[in-house]
């Protein structure tokens, strides 16, 4: 079984201070991980995903997040933040490819307030 | 929200009613899913379907079908089964081993 957690639910940061997102999880075999951003009544949007390759992995809107297979965690960051970073972000995880068997799954989430 | 459109955007149910929501994608993905969410739950799959003509249950099937008669097309209805079926529902597809990508969603409220 592959499991996803983020352990806040709420994350206050100031506007132009650096920013956190955790996400640890558990899975057999090797990870494929995500980061989605959702907006009020809206869709997920992807924003960056790890696959193989060099832990940091940059994604949209100035985001990154580092891959850490000993801690078994992919937390989200980014430099300097934005207020319209406001949104909720899931963290994901699957398999590596196995076709036929691609279930993604996600955390609860984790709501991003950027002050002003 | 790329290729994926689901409507109605808002759909109400009447209480012994079964609604269907509109999932369609102009992708060319062989994969589609549908997800609820609920507040502070994150998102739970409900089916998906790797290929035109199967589909397999996702965590929480119950009160719920589907079909994917077209492989642009992956409808899902709320049966009467169903007794707590106000949610966001968002569908999503992928091809083959890649990221998935999520339509704007459907709103279900019961009247």
């Known amino acids: 079984a592959q499991s996803v957690a983020q352990p806040e639910d709420q994350v206050n940061v100031a506007e132009g201070n650096p920013l956190t997102v955790k996400c640890t999880y558990s899975?057999?075999?090797?990870?494929?991980l995500f980061w989605y951003v959702q907006y009020p009544n809206r869709g997920l949007q992807f924003l960056l995903k790890y696959i193989t390759g060099d832990n940091l992995v940059k994604g949209s809107y100035g985001f990154e997040a580092e891959f850490n297979k000993s801690q078994t965690s992919f937390h989200l960051k980014k430099p300097s933040a934005l207020v319209s970073d406001s949104a909720l972000y899931f963290c994901?995880?699957?398999?590596?490819?196995?076709?036929?068997?691609?279930?993604?799954?996600f955390g609860t989430g984790t709501r991003l307030t950027i002050i002003p | 929200d790329g290729g994926i459109t689901q409507s109605p955007k808002y759909l109400f149910r009447k209480e012994g009613q079964n609604v269907t929501l509109s999932c369609e994608q102009n992708l060319n993905h062989d994969a589609m899913y549908w997800y609820r969410q609920d507040p502070g739950q994150g998102l739970r799959l409900i089916y998906y379907s790797q290929i035109v003509n199967d589909f397999q249950k996702g965590d929480i099937a119950e009160g719920y079908s589907v079909s994917r008669e077209k492989k642009e097309s992956f409808p899902l209805t709320v049966t009467s089964a169903q007794k707590n079926p106000t949610a966001f529902y968002l569908c999503a597809s992928n091809p083959p081993g890649e990221t998935q990508y999520f339509g704007p969603g459907t709103r279900l409220l019961v009247l």
């Open positions: 994901a995880v699957r398999k590596r490819p196995n076709f036929g068997n691609e279930k993604l799954t």
């Open positions: 899975v057999s075999g090797n990870p494929y």
